[in-house]
């Protein structure tokens, strides 16, 4: 996935649009028999490994499933808490499932409004008048491209570091922004968008989210195609007339979507 | 490419009748409810507000302007793309006050006004296209900047053209940084 996600800020710092893309994070799911070797701690209603990193589960991990069923916090999804579940003998062998934990949406409303002040402080720093403030924001695993409109609200896509063409992403939103939020007469300014706007509609036949998520591999270079030809994979050159996500395998002829 | 990387936004046109008559049953309808012309003409401009606060974000997605430096800037601005790009229309400017605070846009043709005839009788003071002034002080609002928009002469009272001044106000910004003792 290119785009990790999108962020509207309003004026005032608050959050007024979020969308993330569906990529599966790092997940592994094991099964244990008592005593668990890992130890588990109770942190910010989540429950996290503290020690024990194996086969895929690394300390910060959250306990994000027990036998299948999401748990809830700290709770599993039959209401008991999840530290006193597993310390019971009698419930094991069981089969927990670990993985990143994902931002909940007061953590999310917390790191735009610090964004926005880390933006204001941005631009004050700046030696000369009137900067543009916080433009992009690089790191090894991700890149934070930021766009404020002359009325203050700002658009915030976090993206592979090799994805190019962010900017215009950036003023696409923007004119999707005034398009289908602005323009509902029932819609009050600064305040959340709810998302049934936004991907209800349709921009020149694509809605927002596949436009940004579902970018075919093709987009980012030469891709391979599944098939083996002479037990070698070919490479497959993409048919330029054809709609996007599918194409023409040059091998096998056969119609891939990727 | 199947798909332009970039494509212009197109550009449902509608009948432009329609719309005129549309604003013009809108005025009808505030004549009957209420009847001083200041009500009318508040109401206008209160509605017109709502509208350009949301408008100010289309037109700056669609026609990428840069930052002002200049309130002449800005009103070369708003005659030039603004009022192109909503009514088709390009008024010309003038600047009022040597002080270039005070601005006017005189405009020779008003596609609003296009069906009326005249002003009802008992209401000579009625603004028709209030609408206008008040989506570019809510349209200014939105940037930041404080106007005083009004209509200084009008075509429909018997005058020779079509003028709104807009008047540049300082900032309310600064009071609210202002540290509290």
């Not at chain 1, 008991?80 to 934990?101: D, H, M």
């Not at chain 1, 989210?209 to 083996?228: D, H, N, V």
């Not at chain 2, 550009?11 to 209420?34: E, M, P, R, S, W």
């Not at chain 2, 000579?124 to 200014?140: D, E, K, Q």
Request: proline letters at 5%.
């Amino acid at each position: 996935m290119a785009i990790f996600s999108v962020y509207v800020v309003n004026k005032a710092g608050g959050l007024i649009y979020q969308l993330d893309s569906y990529a599966p994070r790092a997940e592994a799911e094991k099964t244990f028999s008592y005593p668990l070797d890992l130890l588990l701690k109770l942190h910010d209603e989540r429950v996290l490994v503290a020690f024990g990193q194996r086969d895929g589960i690394r300390v910060g991990h959250a306990v994000l499933a027990i036998n299948g069923m999401d748990v809830n916090g700290k709770y599993t999804a039959d209401g008991k808490e999840v530290l006193e579940y597993l310390g019971n003998p009698a419930n094991y062998p069981v089969s927990i499932r670990f993985g990143r934990p994902r931002l909940t949406s007061n953590e999310k409303l917390m790191l735009a409004s610090m964004f926005h002040s880390l933006f204001a402080i941005g631009s004050q720093l700046s030696p000369e008048q009137g900067s543009s403030g916080i433009e992009v924001l690089e790191t090894d695993t991700f890149k934070l491209h930021c766009f404020q409109t002359l009325t203050g609200i700002k658009f915030v896509v976090l993206a592979d570091p090799r994805q190019a063409g962010i900017d215009s992403l950036l003023r696409k939103i923007y004119e999707i922004y005034s398009d289908f939020a602005l323009k509902n007469p029932f819609y009050s300014l600064e305040m959340p968008i709810s998302p049934m706007q936004v991907k209800g509609h349709q921009v020149g036949g694509d809605t927002l989210e596949p436009a940004l998520f579902i970018q075919p591999s093709w987009a980012l270079g030469p891709s391979w195609c599944r098939c083996f030809v002479g037990r070698r994979r070919q490479l497959c050159w993409l048919h330029r007339s054809l709609q996007p996500p599918r194409r023409l395998c040059s091998s096998c002829s056969a119609w891939q979507w990727s | 490419m199947s798909r332009p990387a970039h494509r212009r936004p197109e550009y449902h046109k509608i009948n432009k009748d329609l719309f005129v008559l549309t604003y013009g049953a809108l005025v009808a309808q505030l004549c009957k409810d209420y009847e001083k012309d200041e009500d009318v003409n508040k109401y206008l401009d209160k509605m017109g507000h709502g509208i350009g606060t949301r408008l100010v974000e289309d037109f700056l997605a669609r026609s990428c302007v840069r930052r002002c430096h200049s309130y002449s800037e800005i009103i070369d601005i708003i005659a030039q793309v603004a009022f192109k790009m909503y009514l088709g229309i390009t008024p010309s400017v003038a600047c009022n006050n040597s002080s270039r605070n005070e601005f006017s846009l005189i405009l020779d043709k008003n596609p609003l006004v296009e069906f009326v005839e005249e002003l009802p009788a008992g209401r000579t003071s009625l603004c028709y296209c209030n609408l206008l002034c008040g989506i570019i002080r809510g349209a200014l609002e939105m940037v930041h900047l404080d106007a005083d928009v009004a209509f200084l002469q009008d075509r429909l009272k018997g005058d020779s053209v079509t003028e709104i001044g807009i008047t540049f106000l300082k900032k309310p910004d600064e009071k609210k940084y202002r540290r509290k003792k």
